[in-house]
Each structure stands twice: as structure tokens, then as C-alpha cells.
């Protein structure tokens, strides 16, 4: 077993002790707050957040090859204590918890201990993002609507969120002003000075304040709750204590506990890595996890995590390794040993407020828009997870998220990328006929690319496909397997089906283009006679010849396109290069008229910061604009008719340059058809074409801009 005992630390460059020294004293500060109210989240006094912060800290650090990574009480594993303690009935910080919350710890501890010796860091792959960002989300949720009646000078609810909602609902009904202004004005003050100085370490100041709030003036007579004052010195050594506990509820608690670390940690660490260029050894990653933990049960505090609010922090701050982490657990053990008098002093809806902005950091509203823009699906299961834990508890969070995301593998497994293919006069490649416009089928054949593995699951889809692309005069049906690497028993039988029924009704079959061990799976699955019986060939066309199927391969191209057809085969222009022509409309799909749109407004912008629209040549239009490559011939000229016809947004200082920018953009155009009819004169019809659809279309679109552009066309 090769352990990197303060791997962050070998050949350390005393050069950057200074900034990690004060990165350190400022992570330790602002752990006081958040470790405190994380621990009472737990269902433990809030001393114990801090005493969670000296030596879980600095045995995760012993062991951890992230150079910036914190650790100590945070929000996630706090919760799920919590949400635990409530189910179970237990009353926060009562004799009960003081027992189940540290044992909680340790096994969750061994746990890891346990994933560590499994190499178990390769589970994480299985948890998707959404999942997690869900899951998380709602915890943080959770623990917000838990949080909100302490602001209203209540204690803190439990339950789900039903259950919080009463809770706060009977807390507004007692409420405390006093302590609502504080803890909003303190929550206010935070946000604020996280959005203009998010460098500037304001919990620490509001924490500050309060005390200050407390000894002048006294706010803890007016039903302002205080903490509760506690005794210096360092924590002491707390034994496990399986007496008086259901050992099956903490063993399985600590499961669910040690796989959220795990997961969150390592998905964290691994991002904070990939960002900052260094790598880890996640296997470790759960040692040092599994040590923090172990460290936290022994004294007497809730589990432990990395936490990403302050590992960001450390980025922001400049923090370069371990030594950050050192620090911040040596500040908290000299604060611990005779600095705690200003504890009894500290508000509660002020602890709250900073608890609260903690945990509006975590929950991930950015992911859940992200995913709503572009996949509906893993926003679905985001959400799923999210309102499981808010509705059901953390434990059926986890559990409708997980499935749910096998789910989503399920499905896109079972809806593969397929397509049928074609060829494109005088070359010598298989196109999608979806995509390209000039590809066409074979006469009598049938070429099927299916892009996943071949499985029960998928293998309906696959067979339909093949059975509705058969014509009365379909000879040959081709499956490009390429993209297939396995297939199951179910997969097996039905290739061997489909390819009796194609030979019942006189089609040859073929499988091709795939590598030899498929060839292996299909003898070992019983149907090694497909290759025997020559349905298996190695590629598209070796299964041509074999049908009888010689170049020149007749097209099944229509009678109104066999002259364009002709005069491409005929055309040097690679199939790339003519693609290129099209490059908006191949790359954005049925987005193209709003990236086109969008493009057009960013060249205006250009136009706006131009100091001089006189000094603009023909060539500089073009050098001008950025991304201006992105564009292929036919791109280039939309977006030149489309500056056009918004030459009225440039601003009114350049409106009498209205006239030399039209005439600029009208000489690009015609450069763009000049070059065109010179290099693919077989282009030239669809150019003019696309100018005549393009004018229909804005006429419909911007009937008033078209009239301006004709009566400045008239004025030329």
C-alpha cells in the first residue's frame, strides 16, 4: 500500500508559504460561522463544528493530492445526519444525538476505509451530474426552510418540506422583529458584498457585528436567541458507543453519508484539479476522506466533507497546497484553547443568515438552466432528485435520482443515432441522406448505419428500421456496423431472424464494416453461420460486389436533378469543401436563422465601435469581423444581405455612411458570386436560388427594413 503522506508538500516552493499562511487564517475564520451552524444543523451543539475543524482537517490534508482542496462540517453530509435524527425521532442535541451523530461519522469513515480497499473511486462514474446537482440542491433547500424560522427567532424545523412549511407558518405566528431584521439585514449585507467584493470575507464581519449587536446593545433582552456559551479547550477524545443505538440505522446512515462524500468530493476535487492543471489520485482522495471522517466520530462530531464554497475561497485567495489546510486547523485549535468567549455573544439569526448564504451557493440554480436549455431529459431527472429529497426525504432522493438515471442511459441507448446512407455523384463515400441534400440511395439497395450496441433493449428499433426501408424492388439490404462493438443473446437471435426473413423474400443481408470480435460474440452466441452463409462482410463494398452491385453504381437521383447531379460528378470539389459552402445550416441545424440573426448584430456592434467607417476597404470587411472564418460562401452572402437590413440600428453619427457601407457590402457580394462562378460554377443557380428565398423570407420576416433596403438599393 503506497501512501503520499502530504503529497502537496514535497519539494514545496517556500516562496508561496505567506499567501497559504493567509489563506489559511482567512478559511479558519470564516469556518467559524459555517461550522457552527452546520454542526446544529447535525443536531449537535455548534461548539462541535469547530472542534470538526481541527483535526478532520489536518488528517484529510496528511493524506490529500489536491493541492487546494478544503474539508471539514459542511453542508451535505450535515443534513443527511439531520433529516436522520428526525426520522429516527431524536431531538437535536439531546443525549441521543450526542451518541448517534458520531457514530454516524465513524462508520461512515469505515465506509470509505472500505471503498478505498475496493478501489470503489470508479462508483462516481455512475452518478451523473444532474443526479448529484439535484440531490445536493435540495439538501441545501432542505436545510434553508429548516433555517428560516431561527431568523424569526424559533428553533429550527424538521422533517420534509411540508412538515417545514407548518413549522414556519407557527414560527411567524411568535416572530421575533427584532431578530428577523437582524438576520435579513445580515443575509442582505452578505449577498451584496458577494456580488461587488466577492473577495472580501464579509461573514466574518457580520459575525463581528453581532457580538458587538450583543454587548452594546443588548439585542439578547429584546428575543434575540444567543448562542450557547462554551468553555475553552481543545476537544476531547470521544469513544464509539454501541450501547443505547440501533446499529442498523447507523451503519446504513453511514453508507448513505460515505457515498455522498465520495461523490461530491472527488467530482469537486477532480474539477478544482482539471482547472487549475494538476491531477489526483482519487483512490487516496477516499483514504483522506475516510481519515477526516474517522478523525470528526473521535471528537464527537457529525461527518465531514470537502467543502466547495471554501476550496473556492482558497482558488480566490491564492492557495497553492496543504499548507492552506494546515494553518486553518492549527488557527481554529488556538482559537479553540482560549478565544471562545465571543460564542455566548453571537446572535443566532446572525449565524443563520451567514448558514443561509452558505447554502444559496450550493444549490446549483446555474446547472438546472443550463440542463433546461440543453437536455430536458437530465433536467427532468435533476429536478426529479431535487424535489424527491425536498418531498420524500434524502434517502428517496437519492434513490428516484440514481433510477432515474438509468433510465436515461436506457433511453438513449435504446434510441441510437441511425441513419440510412447514400452516395453523392463522383465520390466515393457513404453519406447520410438526411444531411446531405445531394446524396443518393443506391437503386435497389439498402445502406443502414445503427450507431450503439446491439442489446435487447435496442434491438426492436433496429429491426423496424431495416423492415420500413424495404421497397417492392429492394435487393440488398447493407448494415454498417461500425459503430457496434457488442451484442447480447436477444440481439443475436433476432439478426439471425432478420436475416432468414430477407432471405424468404429473395434480399441479400449483409453485416460489415464492424471489427473482429463482434465476428467472435456472433460464434460464441450461436450464430457464427451468418459468416459462413456470407452475410458477413468486411466492408460496404465488399458486400456490393458480392451482390452483384458494380460501379458505376446506378443513383436513384430524380429527373429534375440528374443535370445538377451530372455536373457535380464531374466537379473536383472535395464532398468537405462543398459542405463548407453551407457551414451555418450543417453546424446549427434549425437554429441557423437565429445564430445567422445573431451574427449579424455582433458585425453591427463592430460597425458601432468603428472610429473611422470612411477607412473601411472591401478586404477589411471581411478581416474585420471576427469569427468571420466561421462562415462558408453561401453563410457569408446571407449575412451580407442581412447587415444590409439593419443598416438603420448603426447609430446617427453614422448615418450619412449608410451609402459607402451598402456599396462595400454590394462588392463583397459580388466577389462572393464572381468567385463561385469561377470555382463551382455548378453552384452559381443555388446561389442566386438562396438570394431569392432569403428576400421572400425577410419580407415576411421585416417587411419594413426589405422596403428601406429597396429604396436605398434605388438611390445606388
Not at 482542496?69 to 450535515?78: H, N, R, S, W
Not at 433582552?221 to 476531547?236: I, K, N, R, T
Not at 477532480?270 to 477526516?292: H, P, S, T, V
Request: glycine fraction near 6%; aromatic fraction near 8%.
Amino acid at each position: 500500500m503506497n501512501l503520499q503522506l502530504f503529497a502537496t508538500l514535497k519539494n514545496y516552493n517556500f516562496k508561496n508559504l505567506p499567501r497559504d499562511i493567509f489563506s489559511g487564517i482567512i478559511i479558519a475564520a470564516v469556518s467559524i460561522p459555517i461550522s457552527m451552524g452546520y454542526a446544529q444543523i447535525s443536531g449537535i451543539p455548534a461548539i462541535y463544528g469547530l472542534y470538526g475543524s481541527v483535526f478532520p482537517i489536518l488528517f484529510f490534508a496528511l493524506f490529500s493530492t489536491s493541492k487546494q482542496f478544503i474539508f471539514g462540517v459542511d453542508a451535505a453530509p450535515a443534513a443527511i445526519v439531520g433529516s436522520a435524527l428526525s426520522t429516527l425521532g431524536i431531538a437535536a442535541e439531546s443525549p441521543d444525538a450526542m451518541k448517534y451523530v458520531p457514530m454516524i461519522a465513524l462508520f461512515a469513515g469505515l465506509w470509505l476505509l472500505l471503498f478505498y480497499f475496493l478501489h470503489a473511486d470508479r462508483i462516481v462514474d455512475f452518478i451523473s451530474t444532474p443526479v448529484m446537482g439535484g440531490f445536493i440542491s435540495g439538501i441545501s433547500l432542505t436545510i434553508i426552510f429548516m433555517q428560516i424560522p431561527k431568523l424569526m427567532g424559533s428553533s429550527a424545523g424538521s422533517g420534509e418540506i411540508l412538515e417545514l412549511l407548518i413549522h414556519i407558518f407557527h414560527a411567524v405566528r411568535t416572530i421575533s422583529w427584532l431578530s428577523l431584521g437582524m438576520g435579513i439585514g445580515a443575509l442582505l449585507l452578505i449577498r451584496i458584498f458577494k456580488k461587488i467584493f466577492p473577495k472580501f470575507p464579509m461573514a466574518i464581519v457580520i459575525m463581528i457585528l453581532g457580538v458587538l449587536a450583543t454587548r452594546l446593545f443588548h439585542v439578547d433582552e429584546h428575543g434575540v436567541v444567543l448562542l450557547q456559551a462554551v468553555e475553552p479547550g481543545l476537544p476531547s477524545l470521544v469513544l464509539p458507543q454501541f450501547g443505547g443505538i440501533q446499529l442498523t440505522h447507523v451503519v446504513g446512515r453511514g453508507l448513505m453519508v460515505a457515498v455522498v462524500i465520495m461523490a461530491e468530493t472527488l467530482l469537486a476535487e477532480n474539477n478544482f484539479a482539471f482547472k487549475n492543471g494538476y491531477k489526483l489520485n482519487d483512490r487516496q482522495e477516499i483514504l483522506a476522506c475516510a481519515a477526516g471522517n474517522i478523525a470528526a466520530s473521535a471528537v464527537g462530531c457529525c461527518p465531514v466533507n470537502g467543502s466547495i464554497s471554501r476550496t473556492s475561497m482558497n482558488e480566490q485567495y491564492g492557495g497553492t497546497s496543504q499548507a492552506v489546510s494546515l494553518t486553518a486547523g492549527l488557527v481554529m485549535a488556538v482559537l479553540l484553547a482560549g478565544f471562545t468567549g465571543f460564542i455566548g455573544y453571537l446572535p443566532v439569526p446572525v449565524l443563520t443568515a451567514i448558514v443561509i448564504s452558505a447554502l444559496m451557493d450550493v444549490v446549483e440554480t446555474h446547472l438546472a438552466v443550463r440542463l433546461f436549455k440543453v437536455s430536458r431529459n437530465e433536467f427532468y431527472i435533476f429536478m426529479a432528485a431535487c424535489l424527491g429529497v425536498l418531498f420524500l426525504g434524502t434517502i428517496y432522493g437519492v434513490i428516484i435520482g440514481i433510477l432515474l438515471s438509468f433510465v436515461s442511459v436506457i433511453l438513449k441507448a435504446t434510441n441510437p443515432p441511425r441513419s440510412f446512407r447514400g452516395m453523392i455523384p463522383g465520390k466515393e463515400a457513404y453519406y447520410d441522406l438526411q444531411r446531405n441534400r445531394h446524396a443518393y440511395p443506391i437503386r435497389h439497395v439498402v445502406i443502414y448505419r445503427f450507431s450503439e450496441n446491439l442489446f435487447f433493449a435496442n434491438v426492436k428499433i433496429f429491426q423496424e428500421d431495416l423492415e420500413n426501408s424495404i421497397k417492392e424492388d429492394t435487393k440488398v439490404v447493407i448494415v454498417d456496423a461500425s459503430s457496434i462493438n457488442s451484442i447480447d443473446i436477444t440481439a443475436a437471435d433476432r439478426l439471425e431472424a432478420i436475416a432468414s426473413s430477407m432471405r424468404k423474400k429473395g434480399i441479400q443481408f449483409y453485416i460489415t464494416e464492424h471489427s473482429s470480435n463482434l465476428n467472435e460474440q456472433m460464434r460464441s452466441l450461436g450464430i457464427g453461420h451468418l459468416i459462413k452463409e456470407g452475410c458477413v462482410r468486411r466492408t460496404i463494398l465488399a458486400a456490393l460486389n458480392d451482390a452483384g452491385i458494380q460501379k458505376p453504381y446506378d443513383l436513384e437521383i430524380p429527373e429534375t436533378e440528374k443535370k445538377l447531379a451530372q455536373i457535380r460528378s464531374q466537379s473536383h470539389l472535395p464532398a468537405e469543401e462543398e459542405n463548407t459552402l453551407e457551414e451555418f445550416a450543417w453546424a446549427f441545424g434549425s437554429d441557423t436563422v437565429r445564430e445567422l440573426e445573431e451574427a449579424t448584430h455582433q458585425i453591427i456592434q463592430h460597425l458601432h465601435q468603428m472610429p473611422d467607417v470612411e477607412k473601411l476597404s472591401d478586404e477589411g470587411l471581411r478581416e474585420h469581423f471576427e469569427n468571420w472564418h466561421a462562415f462558408g460562401a453561401l453563410d457569408e452572402d446571407e449575412i451580407l444581405h442581412r447587415i444590409e437590413l439593419h443598416i438603420d440600428e448603426l447609430p446617427k453619427e453614422l448615418h450619412k455612411e449608410h451609402g459607402h457601407i451598402l456599396e462595400l457590402i454590394e462588392k463583397r457580394r459580388s466577389r462572393i458570386r464572381e468567385k463561385i462562378l469561377e470555382e463551382h460554377p455548378e453552384l452559381a443557380s443555388k446561389l442566386e436560388q438562396n438570394r431569392k428565398r432569403l428576400e421572400e423570407r425577410l419580407e415576411q420576416q421585416n417587411p419594413e427594413a426589405m422596403k428601406k433596403w429597396r429604396e436605398w438599393k434605388k438611390k445606388d
